[in-house]
């Protein structure tokens, strides 16, 4: 599959809204409060307001997408406002195996460089079988347990840059 990773534009806000619930819509008899997650889940294009989004596009669609919140800027108390982070990243069903997660990635990691974080983090959960392999494969490690949502366990993971 041929792929771009781009900035978000805000003419991708509902393309992004609906990858988000679909990439999400298998967790969804692991969260007790499911209609308030998958809602919530699916406003994602308005993380724009205070941070970057980045999306993996096709000739036809957005089929990706992850929120970068640089170093300095707020985020979750479960991280030091001085790290880089990225949230929600999520590829469309379909399209996934085709390398669109680390890509995505990649480019949260090549912002928090261009920005001269030391840390990129995030936090992610045991049940996301795919994606906590694929960050620790690139490097992240876990720091600390984080608080869960709902019944769902999530930790946070970190990846020091001074060496990249």
């Given at each position: 599959?041929?792929?771009?990773?781009?900035?978000?534009?805000?003419?991708?806000?509902?393309?992004?809204?609906?990858?988000?619930?679909?990439?999400?819509?298998?967790?969804?008899?692991?969260?007790?409060?499911?209609?308030?997650?998958?809602?919530?889940?699916?406003?994602?294009?308005?993380?724009?307001?205070?941070?970057?989004?980045?999306v993996?596009?096709?000739?036809?669609?957005?089929?990706?997408?992850?929120?970068?919140?640089?170093?300095?800027?707020?985020?979750?108390?479960?991280?030091?406002?001085?790290?880089?982070?990225?949230?929600?990243?999520?590829?469309?069903?379909?399209?996934?195996?085709?390398?669109?997660?680390?890509?995505?990635?990649?480019?949260?990691?090549?912002?928090?460089?261009r920005?001269?974080?030391?840390?990129?983090?995030?936090?992610?959960?045991?049940?996301?079988?795919?994606?906590?392999?694929?960050?620790?494969?690139?490097?992240?490690?876990?720091?600390?347990?984080?608080?869960?949502?709902?019944?769902?366990?999530?930790?946070?993971?970190?990846?020091?840059?001074?060496?990249?």
């Open positions: 599959m041929d792929f771009q990773i781009r900035p978000y534009h805000e003419t991708d806000a509902a393309q992004v809204n609906q990858v988000a619930q679909l990439a999400f819509a298998q967790y969804q008899p692991h969260f007790e409060a499911w209609p308030t997650f998958i809602a919530n889940v699916g406003r994602m294009s308005e993380k724009s307001a205070t941070a970057e989004l980045i993996a596009t096709t000739a036809e669609a957005v089929v990706g997408a992850v929120v970068y919140v640089g170093p300095g800027r707020e985020k979750l108390d479960i991280f030091p406002v001085e790290w880089a982070i990225l949230r929600l990243l999520v590829v469309a069903p379909q399209a996934r195996g085709n390398g669109i997660g680390k890509a995505l990635t990649h480019a949260c990691i090549a912002n928090a460089q920005d001269h974080a030391d840390t990129i983090a995030l936090h992610t959960s045991p049940i996301m079988t795919v994606a906590l392999p694929m960050y620790l494969r690139m490097g992240f490690e876990k720091t600390k347990d984080a608080p869960n949502i709902g019944r769902v366990s999530y930790a946070v993971y970190a990846k020091s840059l001074a060496a990249c």
